[in-house]
Every structure is written in C-alpha cells, then in structure tokens.
C-alpha cells in the first residue's frame, strides 16, 4: 500500500489551526472504487476516529469505457476542496490519474490516501485521526503520511 500526501495547512472548516472541536464531522471523499470498503470499514469503527465523527463521501467512477474521463477526474477533486469540512481524499492507484488530481487536491492543501484498498486506506485515514492530539486535521495526517 502507497501513500501520498501535499504540503497542508490549516483548514477553516476543520477549525483552522486550532484543530477541530469534539464531536465534530469531517469528511473524507473517497473514489467509486474504493467506497463499499471504506463505507464497510467506517461502520466497522462506528462512524468515528476518537471524539471526530467521520463520512465518507463517495465519488462517481473517473472510467468510462475502460478509459480514464479527465472532466470526472477533476470535477471529484474540485469537490473535495469546496467542502470545508474536507481532511482527505482516498484514492486508487493509478499514476495516470493522479497527474491530474494532485495539483487540485495540492492548491487545497487536501491529502491523498493512495490505496488499491478501501479498507485500508479509511483504516489508515481513521488511525491517523485519531492520533492527532492538535493541529489541523489535513495537517497532521499529511505530517504523518510523509513519515511512513
């Protein structure tokens, strides 16, 4: 499993550089592929990563008859940065795909979880949630993807 992150910074939704407050939401938009696992995976943790409340918002398929669509592809990346509550973006692998949604998901200082699995890449996006004690929630996860 690959992951990949952008420089982040503070988010207004996510309570700016104070973090986000207990028993907040926040969402994560996640690619068609990768969605009925991540979906499966959330319920799986009640919906939450410590006192954050988490969903996951699914994307439509960036294919079309076996070929990648460019518009799908940056209309699911421009959704996610016009959601505020927004602290990340699950993604499948495809290096192709991800030349074109990077740079929109980078301006918004959104990271990306790269994963051929929704179950993995929601359990990760969760686990580093809720090890975050302070700070912006696209911050500190994207801090720590850069670790791993």
């Known amino acids: 499993m690959g992951a990949a992150a ?3 910074g503070a ?3 996510c309570g700016g550089g104070e973090g986000v407050e207990s028993g907040a939401t926040v969402a994560a938009y996640v690619e068609a592929s990768l969605c009925a696992e ?3 995976e959330l319920a799986r943790q009640g ?12 994307l439509p398929s960036p294919h079309e008859a076996g070929k990648l669509n460019l518009a799908t592809l940056g209309a699911n990346a421009r959704k996610a940065t016009e959601d505020s509550t927004t602290v ?9 795909a991800s030349r074109f949604i990077h740079p929109i998901l ?3 200082e959104i990271p990306w979880i790269a994963s051929s699995s929704g179950t993995v890449a929601m359990a990760k996006l969760l686990k580093l949630i809720e090890s975050t004690s302070s700070g912006s929630l696209r911050t500190s996860p994207q801090d720590k993807l850069n670790e791993s």
Do not use: N, Y
């Not at 919906?47 to 699914?58: P, Y």
């Not at 990340?88 to 290096?95: D, G, R, T």
């Open 6 to 8: 952008v420089l982040a």
């Open 11 to 13: 988010s207004s939704g």
């Open 38 to 40: 991540a979906k499966r």
């Open 47 to 58: 919906g939450e990563a410590g006192d954050v409340k988490v969903r996951a918002i699914c």
């Open 88 to 96: 990340a973006f699950l993604e499948a692998h495809h290096p192709s």
């Open 106 to 108: 980078e301006t918004a």
